[in-house]
């Protein structure tokens, strides 16, 4: 079965612009996770969605936003973009949420690059 | 910080000798898991061990969990050229709902 699919691969944008990435879970997987991964910060967890719903979120401000459909594909938005906000984000996806022991799987990411 | 604590940062080995990575947490766990990563692209899942588990293999993967130290390490067996790659422990909290990321270890495997 087709894995998670990230688009776009790359962006490039301006300061101050906003952007939306979009995240495609795999088949039947009803929990879309997002993470930024910076060479400064590592990995960091930005927000995790379930049947349409934020579970959980990390500490990034108000700027980061995302959003699920009813079909489980995942979009994240960044307002007002920063400069160090260039960085490789990620989405993962998994069968359900709470203690289910199952892995994530995560898509190849979006590379945004702010000038 | 929030991060899990991986040693060491990077590790260069001969193909066929065997590599192996800690993490240290702070909190309590409900799974810890690995996870490779190559050249920046994303994460892919090897293993999990849940929070009641001491020890757990997958081909040439071992890993165990003393969760009284809250530690972690992964054993890789027999290294090949096609390990050479970034390694996260990943440290599932809050219910499974929550993820903490290790700093990481690049691990070098030459011919």
């Known amino acids: 079965k087709a894995g998670v699919t990230q688009t776009p691969r790359y962006l490039i944008k301006t300061r101050g612009q906003q952007v939306t990435l979009s995240c495609s879970p795999i088949s039947g997987h009803r929990s879309v996770s997002w993470y930024q991964q910076t060479p400064g910060q590592g990995l960091q967890f930005l927000f995790e969605y379930f049947s349409e719903t934020q579970r959980n979120k990390g500490n990034f401000p108000g700027r980061f936003s995302g959003r699920q459909f009813s079909n489980s594909r995942s979009e994240m938005n960044v307002s007002t973009l920063e400069l160090g906000d260039s960085a490789l984000y990620l989405c993962?996806?998994?069968?359900?949420?709470?203690?289910?022991?199952?892995?994530?799987?995560f898509g190849s990411g979006t590379r945004l690059t702010v000038v | 910080s929030q991060q899990g604590e991986e040693d060491p940062q990077a590790l260069s080995i001969q193909e066929g000798e065997n590599a192996t990575m800690n993490c240290s947490y702070k909190t309590s766990i409900n799974n810890l898991q690995w996870y490779r990563q190559n050249s920046g692209r994303g994460l892919v899942h090897l293993i999990l061990?849940?929070?009641?588990?001491r020890e757990k293999h997958s081909g040439r993967l071992r890993v165990t969990l003393d969760t009284s130290k809250k530690s972690s390490s992964l054993l890789i067996t027999a290294s090949r050229a096609a390990d050479t790659a970034s390694y996260f422990c990943v440290i599932v909290s809050g219910g499974g709902n929550k993820l903490t990321f290790g700093t990481g270890t690049q691990l070098k495997v030459e011919l």
């Open positions: 993962a996806s998994r069968p359900g949420t709470g203690v289910d022991n199952y892995g994530y799987t």
């Open positions: 061990i849940r929070s009641n588990e």
